[in-house]
């Protein structure tokens, strides 16, 4: 047996029931390559109040391997704690739905075995493995510690498919591993044209799962990533391997794929592949806080790659892919493996690998599992609130109810010269931080005996000064960020980033087991209380603030300023604000002040609309013009038209052009007229098409009935009288115009344009809102020339 320690990276973990007790299989990556762990006899665990010890007792007897003891572990009502430990999960599992039945709630029973093994080791995902074989094909029964700086380089594939619109399998690409294949259904021709891949054919869908299945085994990436790869590519290949009784055998070992229902949403699908992670590339951009107005691989790869897919027209793509697929092979390859091949790009130059990586390491998920804030929270809390001799509450022990949310002030409109955004850093976890927000101290401090233990917070809550775990996890998570903005480890710090900003969110959440009013509360009114004190002592220093949001504040210098004049000013203001944050908390409560205001932006020419219709100021919605060092100008939106993606290109264009010529101090009039013109000529007709998502099934929508769902019904309708496959039935994006006769969808040429509708639905609330600062309107500047409408 070789002894040595060596690092790994966690891959996949599992877990099942023996009779022997419950095994944990870990698939890890290492130097050397994957490595199968396989941990046996583990012991399961749930706690409960000791005063149900009798009644659980009576349930176990004659369960063999099973247990109860007594622990210095308490719940959040004080409590004394039995642990139930069983030889089998499972029993865990049956336990607590007998004891449900007569009233009696398990505490931590919903926790799975590797999940309890892991936190309680406070292992993420990159361990140190001691012990077992190193050459073994399983290393059995070995010790894992966590470790924090091992990244091991992954091997990747690509996998796309092709199908019919009835989804019928025709090809198979794969792009990874030092590989370009496609394996294509049809008989080879006698003359192959010349390829910069391999193209395999295949004489039936059964033999290309077969040759997929062996592709597999002989390159074993560590990854599978590919375009809604779950949802659609794999659930089509499993499809076919169950048509064609072919296991598809995608995982290590020879594994067959697992699939599991979302409960809620029957139409999504979960799978695995053991030691295999499957990265979706749309789950991975959104996880990694990417935003497009359409996430379809053609639009992302153009936006990112300035690149797409070599069939560029989505009405006709089906109808192409079928035309290549009977008259061209080599051709519709080509598609398929370019699709491959955009993805795997799009995964290097936003580094979506090494985020997911950097993002286990951090939470405690399997790389490929995202969202899960709940999840990771519970990974990071738990072990140490045992440590504070507590277990968790159940979902559910406290009800659902509201609490305020984060702070907004009334916005002043108008057009402003020199605003200043001043924001603070991290403004809830600096507060979870500074006054000691945190679930056990919530507890420990309402049953506080000394008064210098105690931490009062907003609407009578009371934390302790000296027990709790929350603001403890948060500066771990805090100095790994600035280590990782040191390092220049982007990926690292946008995990750590989200993770910490998660962690208010969570405490919030009716399905997470510390979900109290009260936590958010003393978070967010916290909030409140900082962002009117800020605004005050501003205020103080003799300028005007016009705007706050949550953690923001926007300053009004009342004149213009130089750049090097605002940083002078924002420089003050910040260092006012957190020297005075400083003493006011040491001398008030003792606290250290974790709060830290810092300077965001200076807007030369900043712009907030009111609401449409109104006199008041709106929210989260303005427009600013920053100066680079280099004098490169740039508008910035938040919230306006430019941004949203239900306004048209026709309005996006005139707002930016309209703002930017106000910001200068440029003739507009002219402008505005000679825009309208052309909208009226047809010069501007291709600015004019919408596109807009259909949430659900087309037959889904029936008493409402709007525009983009009208244009989705009269283009499938035009595509089955033209044969070719209806797009929209399932949901989707929708391309459309408005015709004298209402919605017009852009598959259906020659729809005679509704130009009153551009004018007043779309120029006019623009020019009006822009306008409005300056006593001019739309309506007056058209009128010089007549009524243009």
Same mark, same amino acid.
């Given at each position: ?54 009644? =659980? ?71 140190? =493995? ?29 996998i796309d498919i092709e199908t019919s619109a009835h989804e019928d399998l025709y090809s198979i690409a794969v792009e990874g591993c030092g590989d370009r294949r496609v394996f294509m259904l049809g008989a080879a021709p006698e003359e192959q044209p010349g390829c910069d891949f391999v193209l395999e054919y295949c004489e039936s869908q059964k033999q290309m799962l077969e040759r997929l299945n062996d592709w597999f085994r002989t390159y074993d990436p560590d990854v599978i990533i590919g375009w809604s790869v779950v949802q659609f590519d794999l659930r089509v290949l499993q499809a ?239 100095q790994g960020r600035d280590a990782a903005k040191r390092d220049k480890n982007e990926s690292l710090s946008q995990a750590l980033k989200l993770l910490m900003n998660a962690l208010a969110g969570v405490l919030g959440a009716s399905e997470c087991r510390f979900f109290n009013p009260d936590l958010v509360s003393a978070i967010t009114l916290n909030g409140h209380r900082i962002m009117k004190q800020t605004r005050i002592l501003v205020e103080e220093a003799g300028y005007d603030v016009i705007y706050g949001d949550t953690d923001s504040i926007f300053v009004w210098l009342k004149r ?50 009111? =609401? ?157 809102? =822009? ?19």
């Amino acid at each position: 047996m070789n002894q040595n320690t060596r690092p790994a990276f966690i891959l996949t973990r599992h877990w099942r029931d023996t009779a022997d007790g419950t095994e944990i299989e870990f698939w890890v990556a290492t130097d050397d390559g994957p490595r199968n762990i396989l941990l046996r006899s583990q012991t399961s665990v749930a706690f409960a109040a000791a005063e149900h010890r009798e009644q =659980i007792e009576s349930l176990l007897a004659g369960v063999p391997g099973a247990n109860v003891q007594p622990l210095a572990l308490k719940t959040f009502r004080q409590e004394p704690v039995i642990g139930i430990y069983c030889k089998q999960y499972r029993q865990i599992s049956r336990l607590e739905t007998a004891l449900m039945q007569r009233g009696i709630r398990l505490h931590e029973a919903d926790i799975r075995p590797h999940e309890r093994f892991m936190m309680e080791r406070f292992i993420t995902a990159s361990v140190q =493995i001691e012990g077992g074989d190193e050459n073994a094909a399983t290393i059995l029964d070995c010790k894992l510690k966590p470790v924090s700086n091992y990244r091991p380089a992954l091997s990747m594939v690509s996998i796309d498919i092709e199908t019919s619109a009835h989804e019928d399998l025709y090809s198979i690409a794969v792009e990874g591993c030092g590989d370009r294949r496609v394996f294509m259904l049809g008989a080879a021709p006698e003359e192959q044209p010349g390829c910069d891949f391999v193209l395999e054919y295949c004489e039936s869908q059964k033999q290309m799962l077969e040759r997929l299945n062996d592709w597999f085994r002989t390159y074993d990436p560590d990854v599978i990533i590919g375009w809604s790869v779950v949802q659609f590519d794999l659930r089509v290949l499993q499809a076919h391997a169950e048509k064609w009784k072919v296991p598809l055998i995608l995982g290590r070992a020879g594994k067959a794929m697992e699939w599991r229902r979302h409960s809620a949403k029957k139409s999504h699908y979960f799978a695995s592949a053991a030691g295999r992670l499957i990265i979706d590339g749309i789950e991975g951009l959104r996880a990694a806080m990417w935003s497009f107005p359409s996430f379809s691989l053609e639009n992302v790869a153009q936006t990112m790659l300035g690149e797409g897919k070599s069939i560029d027209n989505p009405y006709d793509r089906m109808a192409e892919i079928e035309r290549r697929f009977h008259e061209d092979k080599p051709a519709l390859a080509r598609y398929n493996l370019k699709d491959c091949e955009l993805v795997t790009r799009i995964f290097a130059k936003a580094g979506l690998l090494e985020f997911a990586m950097e993002r286990a390491n951090a939470t405690g998920l399997q790389a490929d599992h995202f969202g899960g804030s709940i999840a990771s929270f519970s990974h990071l809390y738990l072990p140490r609130m045992h440590r504070e001799g507590y277990v968790a509450p159940n979902v559910g022990e406290i009800p659902g109810t509201s609490y305020p949310g984060g702070f907004v002030m009334e916005s002043q409109p108008g057009l402003y010269d020199s605003v200043l955004v001043l924001d603070y850093k991290s403004l809830y976890p600096s507060i979870i931080r500074t006054f000691l927000i945190d679930p056990i101290g919530l507890v420990e401090g309402s049953i506080a005996q000394d008064p210098a233990d105690a931490v009062p917070g907003p609407n009578g809550t009371v934390f302790s000064r000296t027990r709790h775990c929350l603001p403890e996890i948060v500066r771990q998570i805090w100095q790994g960020r600035d280590a990782a903005k040191r390092d220049k480890n982007e990926s690292l710090s946008q995990a750590l980033k989200l993770l910490m900003n998660a962690l208010a969110g969570v405490l919030g959440a009716s399905e997470c087991r510390f979900f109290n009013p009260d936590l958010v509360s003393a978070i967010t009114l916290n909030g409140h209380r900082i962002m009117k004190q800020t605004r005050i002592l501003v205020e103080e220093a003799g300028y005007d603030v016009i705007y706050g949001d949550t953690d923001s504040i926007f300053v009004w210098l009342k004149r213009s300023h130089s750049e090097a004049e605002a940083h002078e000013v924002a420089d003050e203001l910040v260092g006012k604000v957190n020297q005075w944050w400083k003493e006011h908390l040491k001398a008030t409560s003792g606290l250290e002040c974790w709060l830290e205001l810092e300077f965001d932006t200076h807007y030369q020419k900043f712009f907030m609309p009111t =609401i449409r219709g109104e006199e008041y100021g709106s929210k989260k919605r303005y427009a600013g013009l920053v100066v680079s060092p280099d004098g490169a100008e740039e508008i910035i939106y938040r919230g306006l038209e430019t941004v949203r993606s239900d306004w048209t290109p026709l309005a996006q264009q005139f707002q930016q052009a309209l703002l930017m010529r106000v910001f200068k101090g440029e003739p507009y009039r002219e402008f505005v007229l000679d825009y309208v013109g052309k909208t009226l000529s047809g010069e501007f007709d291709e600015l004019m098409v919408y596109r807009k998502r259909l949430r659900r099934q087309l037959d889904g929508y029936q008493s409402n009935v709007p525009p983009h769902v009208r244009a989705a019904r009269l283009a499938d309708e035009y595509n089955e009288k033209h044969d070719r496959p209806k797009q929209y039935q399932n949901g989707g994006w929708i391309n459309y115009v408005i015709s004298i006769n209402g919605p017009a969808p852009t598959e259906i040429a020659g729809a005679k344009i509704d130009y009153q509708h551009y004018l007043s639905k779309q120029l006019q609330p623009i020019a009006d809102a =822009i306008l409005a600062p300056l006593h001019d309107s739309f309506a007056g500047i058209t009128n010089v020339q007549g009524s243009l409408f």
